[in-house]
């Protein structure tokens, strides 16, 4: 971890939240690569789960709701005991209840359990709404996106034309008062999520089924990526670790330096959310199926990973380190910038306008870096750190024969391509 997070400092990927003030525990900013990184793979996880299914649609709804409908989802009430939690899993118990202590200690089978102090906890985070002091009305910032998502699953069925089963999708910050946050940004108090609430029929055959090909699904996403598959790993939860609502619950987990830590999460949340929304709101959220006509309230298979948690767990996947260099082996796809430019000297401006030509015109179609600095081994060097896939050089020869120097990161081999040919060349990469 250490180097990666040095490496992510100093590239401008991840810098330590308000970090001018002393910082804010469990909070991170991203930097201009960092954020170009966090784009690029939620605009490859909408394509994915948007743009090429017919199924499912996407929805953006508020980070502020109505307090009731934490009420309904049962977050209120869940998180203001005084709990103690478990050091190794994070679960929280309460203290007046030593048998369900020392059975969870049991089920870490012989391991040392540590316990933090009683505390009373909210993992919501309040806000107040409202100009006049004393007067303003307490809210919370979601702690999950996925509350937005099932208020307006009667709005969706209303505007579009979709059919159970169906699947409505979102990407969205979330907020989550963590007492232990920590390891980098594996555990922060805001972060992005990004969900599918897939509804599907209540029936249990359908249930397994579902549950069965999102799991395969959600892996083949974080392999197409280039995650390593050795670093991968299914969990199932066993009963008693399940969340309030599921009714089976597994995890992607990855292999990361301080052991196999959850990546993402699959539940079957059954019709707990749309059943608890109806009953709170008192509006009717079932779904007549138009065949038989008949109706009823669906359940939800949910897909839900945060952005940057799988981001480090890329990060460390694709961190190399040799004697000579330190480069990040990213998918291209997944990579901030495409290509880089660079005029073999800065002080020949017939060298620097060809340069400045081809990065204009490579720009349109893609996120393109320019460096004039110092000599080509660090310019390449500052690159590698960021996993750019391609760094482009225009020499004395371009002027002759408009051909560049194209290096590749990972093989750092070098190979002459027409100027002509550049953006298809990277293109197919891509
Ligand atoms: N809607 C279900 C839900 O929110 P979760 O297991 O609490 O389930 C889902 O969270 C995913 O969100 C996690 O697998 C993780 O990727 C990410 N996540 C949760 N808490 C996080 C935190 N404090 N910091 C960063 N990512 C977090």
Redesign the pocket.
């Known amino acids: 971890m250490e180097p990666l997070v040095a490496l992510c400092k100093r590239r401008g990927i991840v810098f330590p939240g308000s970090e001018i003030y002393g910082g804010l525990a469990?909070t991170w900013d991203w930097g201009p690569v960092g954020a170009l990184l966090k784009k690029n793979y939620k605009d490859l996880w909408w394509k994915d789960a948007v743009q090429l299914r017919d199924d499912i649609v996407g929805i953006d709804s508020a980070i502020m709701m109505n307090p009731k409908a934490w009420e309904a989802s049962g977050h209120t009430t869940g998180f203001v005991d005084p709990l103690i939690e478990c050091k190794i899993c994070h679960q929280r118990f309460r203290p007046d209840k030593p048998k369900e202590v020392k059975s969870h200690e049991a089920t870490h089978r012989g391991k040392a359990v540590e316990w933090t102090e009683p505390q009373k906890f909210n993992l919501l985070v309040k806000a107040y709404l409202g100009i006049i002091e004393g007067k303003q009305t307490e809210i919370f910032l979601r702690?999950?996106?996925?509350n937005g998502v099932h208020v307006n699953f009667k709005n969706v069925l209303d505007t579009t034309r979709v059919k159970i089963p169906f699947g409505i999708a979102q990407i969205g910050k979330?907020f989550?008062n963590?007492i232990t946050?920590g390891n980098f940004?594996?555990?922060?108090?805001e972060?992005e999520?990004l969900?599918v609430q897939f509804y599907i029929k209540p029936d249990e055959s359908e249930g397994r089924k579902w549950f069965e090909y999102w799991k395969k699904d959600r892996m083949n996403w974080f392999l197409s990526l280039g995650m390593k598959r050795e670093n991968l790993r299914f969990r199932d939860h066993e009963d008693d670790e399940k969340?309030h609502y599921a009714k089976a619950a597994t995890?992607i987990e990855y292999n990361s330096p301080w052991g196999w830590q959850?990546?993402?999460?699959i539940?079957n949340r059954g019709d707990w959310d749309l059943s608890r929304h109806q009953q709170f709101s008192d509006k009717n959220l079932t779904y007549r199926d138009p065949e038989t006509n008949e109706a009823y309230v669906p359940w939800d298979i949910?897909t839900?990973?945060?952005?940057?948690?799988?981001l480090l767990f890329i990060l460390l996947d694709a961190y190399h380190k040799d004697e000579k260099r330190e480069w990040l082996q990213l998918d291209p796809k997944l990579a901030p910038y495409k290509a880089a430019v660079f005029p073999l000297v800065p002080n020949k401006p017939d060298l620097v306008a060809k340069a400045g030509e081809i990065y204009h015109n490579l720009r349109k179609s893609m996120m393109v870096s320019w460096d004039d600095r110092g000599n080509i081994g660090k310019r390449y060097a500052a690159q590698d750190e960021v996993g750019t896939p391609f760094c482009i050089t225009v020499d004395y020869t371009t002027l002759e024969d408009q051909t560049v120097t194209v290096r590749e990161r990972d093989s750092m081999e070098q190979k002459r391509v027409p100027v002509s040919e550049l953006e298809a060349y990277i293109l197919k990469v891509l």
């Not at 940004?185 to 108090?189: K, M």
């Open positions: 469990g702690g999950e996106i996925t979330a989550r963590e946050p940004v594996f555990r922060s108090r972060f999520q969900e969340a995890d959850e990546m993402m999460g539940h949910e839900s990973s945060g952005l940057e948690r799988p």
